[in-house]
């Protein structure tokens, strides 16, 4: 039997929280961050599993996106969400010292501070949706509804169209 994964700042948050979870593990590859891999490791569909991007504002605020893997960000609609003028997207130099995350293991919970979120509305379609368990090589099921409220999240359309 498959020892559990070791508890990370995500899960502790979301039991603290008393959101139920379920934790979902994969081989990570080093070097290969694609979340359209992750969901096809997992057997998910790409659009149920969400990818957390940092942004920053003018007023060098952060705001944490979260989107379907296989989409990209669009940050003029992602600003208009979050109520800034713009966008642009956290220097990957600088996302372990802001979140406290590693690039392939960021998580829209449990970061080192609390800010701003918008997840993308297609979340709802979905009874469950999965984001990073706070590591590499581990996703975290729940449901999104319970995640918007632990986030305090927005929810809007946040992708770039044709993709």
Known sequence: MASAPK?????????????????HVYEHVEGDFSGVHVAEQ?????????????TVAPTGEHVVCCIPVRCELDLKRAAKAAGVKSLSMLHLRDLTAVTGYVRGGCSPVGMKRVFPTVIDETC?????????????GLQLELDPAELVSFCHAALADIVQEGI
């Open 42 to 54: 997992l057997g998910e569909d790409p659009d149920q599993v969400f990818k957390t991007l940092v």
């Open 124 to 136: 709802q379609l979905f009874d469950t949706i999965m984001i990073s368990g706070g590591r590499r």
């Open 7 to 23: 508890k990370t700042n995500a899960m502790r948050e979301l039991e603290r929280a008393g959101i139920a979870y379920c934790t």
